[in-house]
């Protein structure tokens, strides 16, 4: 199995910027599909962003609006998210995970907040 720890969230006001962090542990992600989600209170969790193994390949929902970069360093087995231009119905709880093991095993998730 994988551990993932999120970090870098934080309150940041509407136009501002953040980049998360997610370390795992555990197990090599190198070969892994690595995906960010977030899930706000009362909604679905909602994939923003994914990125092949060798981080060529990056993909990102409608909701990301050019404004998410998922990037990757396998030598750190690590996987970021920049965010821009944040606006307030980005406020939520942000996850990394990976299909690789049926996204069984979750982080804490890091808050991120936005608002004026």
């Known amino acids: 199995q994988v551990y993932f720890v999120e970090s870098g969230g934080g309150l940041v006001q509407p136009g501002g910027s953040l980049r998360l962090s997610c370390a795992a542990s555990g197990a090599t992600i190198s070969k892994f599909v690595m995906n960010w989600y977030r899930q706000a209170p009362g909604k679905e969790r909602e994939l923003v962003a994914t990125i092949d193994p060798e981080g060529r390949t990056t993909t990102y929902p409608t909701s990301a609006r050019g404004r998410f970069t998922i990037a990757r360093d396998n030598a750190k087995n690590t996987v970021y998210l920049q965010m821009n231009s944040l606006k307030l119905e980005d406020t939520a709880v942000y996850y990394c995970?990976?299909?690789?093991?049926?996204?069984?095993?979750w982080g804490q998730g890091t808050q991120v907040t936005v608002s004026s």
């Open positions: 995970n990976s299909p690789t093991y049926g996204l069984r095993y």
